[in-house]
C-alpha cells in the first residue's frame, strides 16, 4: 500500500485497509460510513478532532502495512 499522507482521503484508506478503522473510531470519528467523514483528508479529521496529524498518520501507515 502506498504512504498515507495529511492529503489522503479516508474513504480510500478505509477500503485499501479496512483495518484502520480502530484507530479512527478511537479518536472519535464513529460515523465512517457517513459520506462526510469517508470524504474528508486525514488533516480535516484531525482538525475536527483535536488530533496530532502526525501521530495518527504514524499508526494508520503502521496499521496498513501489517
Known amino acids: 500500500m502506498a504512504q498515507i499522507t495529511k492529503d489522503t482521503i479516508i474513504g480510500d484508506i478505509l477500503d485499501i485497509a479496512p483495518e484502520t478503522a480502530p484507530i479512527f473510531m478511537s479518536i472519535g470519528m464513529h460515523c465512517l460510513g457517513c459520506p462526510a467523514?469517508?470524504?474528508?483528508?486525514?488533516?480535516?479529521?484531525?482538525?475536527?478532532?483535536?488530533?496530532e496529524v502526525e501521530q495518527?498518520?504514524?499508526?494508520l501507515n503502521s496499521q496498513a502495512s501489517k
Open 37 to 51: 467523514s469517508r470524504g474528508e483528508t486525514v488533516e480535516e479529521a484531525c482538525m475536527v478532532h483535536g488530533v
Open 56 to 59: 495518527l498518520l504514524e499508526q
